[in-house]
């Protein structure tokens, strides 16, 4: 059993006798043990007392350097959450009376040192002083996070009369604390409807009559002191003493107004391309149905261009993602230019865009604008003081004759731009049936996939997460390549849409969290330090019913722990059945592992399903990351996933950082952890192993 604490007890006396018998009963005390120091004057106490370690002062009031309550009083102005007890005689009893008004914690009289009260009382002194010092730090701490959180939190008593405001409510409400004490809480809270304009109901008013928690009502705003407004969301809850009676109310609340425009941005990106501002897929496909209906009533036609940039992916690859860009705004505003006002310029992703030209009378006018479509690409784009140049091959397709739906339309266009494709790009096809070059090539690939997982043909590749404030490699992303013998080192765009059409997607993909999981634990085995693993997870593997008991198998065979893996899943797939991807997800969280979003930002997720899943990280999609840097305005995506992101206690990755200024907009940002090109392209497994202990031993 572990001593107790010695208790230090200073003397300040002049009589050494007094010392002496202090020393001797507070010895033998079964209240100890204590340890007795004395001086002999007020200065030599105070330099006592500043070496700190004093749990309690007794103290003469008739010292060599002082006399009476000066001595008291020099003493608790120096050191007053020092205990403080004075040693009096009965003639100055009146004395030692007066400085316990000021300050002092007792007396004792001198001739009565002996008795077993005294030690008792300095007990009694030190438990109360360490009692003292614990609500003080209690309160200091609660205080602190208090005003640290950007919650505004007003606390009322039971007349609902405001007695707190942490800083946050400060800002929001536009009172102070010394402003608001003591004010009604409607005359601080001022709260209306945003729509009906009408007063709300004040919710601590209902919360003091009902004795529980509630919450706002939608589209609540708060009037602040100077009349702006504001709108909130809240909880109010009642406050009870220790008996369970209720003393007041505390109310919670938080602007959400930037909540409410990221919102309304994504609905927005929800049917437009994030790079080109154009519709997306989603909102092409509704005008290629409008676009239909009408054409069916007038008797004319409809025509769908499918385009894909020929030498796109070498420009990318080459000169940067950043020049990528630049370069695919630079195409839409030459596509947007050669199309009437009525028709749709569309971005399908990566460098594929879809021109739907709607109440066409013949092909002719399709076919002027193909033609006009190549010249215009045909000249050089001046992206970042670089002539570049870059064609199309294009396939078209025509309603009715080749599709009735937007489905079909955009299906036989994409098989005649791969007709064009085979007849020397830079051209374009109208749709035949006879045109099979895609089923071909698709059936080609998918013959070669099959012998790829026989023949483990396939590798991954790692790319380094960092921790953006240190620089420390704490994860990894895996990396599906393709090593074919002919046609070399193949990315997954190439062949994992198909691998999914076909279902070779889910036997891949185990092999892939297989391999992923083993490489860490060889990491691991090698002496490397353990860090975590992070793997994509594709659709059809997430709602196949045996993922769950696959992915325990895989990391019992492995043997690496559940805790350094981190699945990431996109926005798409959890939403494509919330409630079911909740309740697995909930298994994988039960299991240890790590959940990611992946690409957050750029689908469309519900908010409240998003506070319901069991959710560690949001990745921001690498897009909002490159719009760092460029317009006023562009980076308030990221800025605003990294404080939802924050907001929700999620820990939040930036992908694609390509720069110091991206790198510094993220770190403002707080911004925890990153990956991309600035700290390394994705790397075989003895290259990641190479560049973790090369930063192992730069940051340490």
């Known amino acids: 059993m572990q001593p107790s604490p010695q208790h230090r007890i200073l003397v300040l006396s002049s009589s050494e006798a007094d010392v002496e018998i202090l020393k001797r009963v507070l010895s033998k005390a079964h209240d100890g043990p204590f340890r007795i120091e004395s001086e002999n004057s007020l200065a030599a106490g105070l330099a006592r007392l500043a070496d700190g370690a004093i749990d309690v002062v007794l103290v003469d009031l008739t010292l060599a350097d002082s006399r009476g309550l000066d001595t008291f009083d020099g003493l608790f102005a120096a050191y007053p959450r020092t205990p403080i007890m004075t040693l009096t005689s009965l003639e100055e009893e009146e004395e030692a009376i007066e400085a316990v008004t000021r300050g002092a914690q007792g007396y004792l009289l001198k001739g009565h040192f002996e008795r077993n009260l005294v030690p008792q009382a300095l007990r009694s002194v030190i438990i109360r002083k360490e009692v003292e010092e614990a609500l003080y730090l209690e309160k200091t701490r609660a205080e602190i996070a208090l005003n640290s959180i950007s919650d505004a939190v007003i606390c009322t008593d039971i007349a609902g009369r405001v007695n707190y405001l942490n800083v946050a409510a400060e800002t929001m409400t536009g009172w102070s604390r010394q402003d608001a004490d003591g004010q009604p809480i409607a005359a601080v809270f001022r709260i209306i409807n945003s729509v009906t304009r009408e007063a709300e109901v004040n919710p601590v008013d209902l919360v003091l009559q009902q004795n529980e928690a509630m919450g706002l009502a939608a589209n609540t705003v708060m009037i602040r002191r100077d009349g702006a407004e504001v709108p909130i969301e809240d909880s109010t809850s009642p406050i009870h003493d220790s008996n369970g009676k209720l003393t007041g109310a505390v109310v919670v609340f938080h602007d959400v107004g930037a909540a409410k425009a990221m919102s309304e941005k994504m609905a927005y990106l929800a049917h437009h391309d994030f790079l080109t501002d154009l519709p997306n897929r989603l909102l092409l496909n509704d005008r290629i149905s409008q676009a239909i209906t009408a054409a069916r009533r007038r008797g004319t036609k409809v025509a769908v261009l499918f385009l894909d940039l020929d030498n ?24 947007s230019a050669c199309v009437r006002s009525s028709d749709t310029v569309s971005r399908q992703g990566g460098d594929e865009f879809v021109i739907l030209l ?17 010249a215009a690409l045909s000249l050089p784009h001046l992206i970042a003081k670089r002539e570049l140049h870059v064609s199309t091959s294009m396939g078209i397709s025509v309603y009715p004759a080749d599709g009735a739906d937007a489905e079909a339309l955009i299906k036989s266009a994409d098989t005649a731009m791969y007709y064009a494709k085979a007849k020397g790009r830079n051209n374009h096809q109208f749709f035949s049936n006879e045109m099979n070059t895609r089923a071909v090539e698709r059936q080609f690939i998918e013959s070669n996939l099959r012998r790829a997982l026989k023949e483990q043909e396939f590798v991954l590749h790692y790319q380094p997460k960092v921790n953006l404030v240190t620089g420390k490699i704490i994860g990894a992303e895996a990396l599906l390549r393709w090593q074919h013998p002919e046609w070399g080192m193949l990315l997954p765009e190439r062949f994992v849409a198909i691998a999914e059409d076909c279902g070779l997607i889910v036997p891949l993909g185990q092999w892939v969290l297989r391999e992923a999981c083993s490489q860490a634990q060889r990491w691991i085995d090698a002496g490397v330090m353990p860090i975590s693993m992070a793997v994509n997870i594709s659709a059809l593997e997430f709602r196949q019913k045996s993922f769950f ?3 325990d198998a895989i990391l019992k065979e492995t043997g690496l722990a559940p805790a350094l893996l981190q699945l990431e899943i996109t926005e798409g797939v959890l939403m494509h059945d919330a409630s079911a991807s909740a309740a697995i997800l909930q298994q994988l969280k039960d299991l240890g592992l790590q959940l990611a979003i992946d690409d957050f930002g750029t689908g469309y997720s519900s908010l409240s399903y998003l506070k319901q899943f069991p959710i560690d990280v949001l990745k921001i999609d690498q897009s909002f990351v490159h719009d ?10 990221a800025s605003a996933v990294i404080g939802m992101g924050n907001s929700l206690k999620l820990r939040v990755v930036a992908e694609g950082i390509e720069n110091q200024k991206q790198l510094a907009f993220l770190k403002m940002q707080n911004c925890e952890e990153g990956q991309g090109f600035l700290f390394s392209k994705p790397v075989d497994a003895e290259q990641f192993a190479q560049l973790l202990a090369a930063n192992v031993e730069q940051v340490g």
């Not at 070498?314 to 990528?324: E, K, Q, R, V, Y």
């Not at 709607?358 to 193909?370: F, P, Q």
């Not at 760092?628 to 995506?637: P, V, W």
């Open 549 to 551: 008991e696959n992915l």
């Open 358 to 374: 709607s109440d066409c009378s013949d092909e002719s006018h399709i076919a002027s604008t193909a033609e006009k479509i190549h």
């Open 312 to 335: 796109f992916k070498h420009i990318n690859d080459s000169l940067g993602h950043a020049t990528g860009d630049l370069l695919l705004r630079s195409v839409t505003q030459r596509l």
């Open 628 to 637: 760092i840097g460029g317009d006023d305005d562009e980076g308030i995506i």
